[in-house]
């Protein structure tokens, strides 16, 4: 596993840069913890050599563990209406999933 190996992938809606043998936190992903899941919309892989995709590389894959399911930090949001006595406070936790990338195979 080389250190400067990496993938840019795109998975809900996002473009996430990868390194293999790390792990990572991503939106929500509905699979039970310890399901492997893989990763068709790979748009750059430097492996052995560096690939780039026109958008994606075709028959190339990244895979990955899911490890866990998790809520980020609480975003509050407060609104507040100047001389009306109207305060509302609201709170939201994004659901995550922490997922664990597997050494790249091949290039």
């Known amino acids: 596993m080389s250190p400067t190996a990496y993938a840019i992938v795109e998975t809900c809606g996002k473009q996430y840069w990868f390194q293999p043998g790390r792990y990572y936190d991503i939106n ?3 699979a039970e913890p310890g399901d492997k899941i893989i990763f068709h919309r790979v748009l750059w892989l430097q492996h052995q050599q560096l690939l780039i995709g026109r958008p994606f590389l075709p028959n190339t894959h990244v895979e990955a563990t899911i490890l866990q399911h ?3 930090k609480k975003v509050l949001v407060y609104h507040m209406r100047s001389k009306k ?4 406070k609201y709170g939201a936790r994004q659901l995550l999933t922490r997922i664990y990338i597997h050494p790249f195979h091949g290039s």
């Open 85 to 88: 006595k109207t305060r509302k």
């Open 70 to 72: 998790l809520k980020s």
């Open 28 to 30: 929500f992903i509905n």
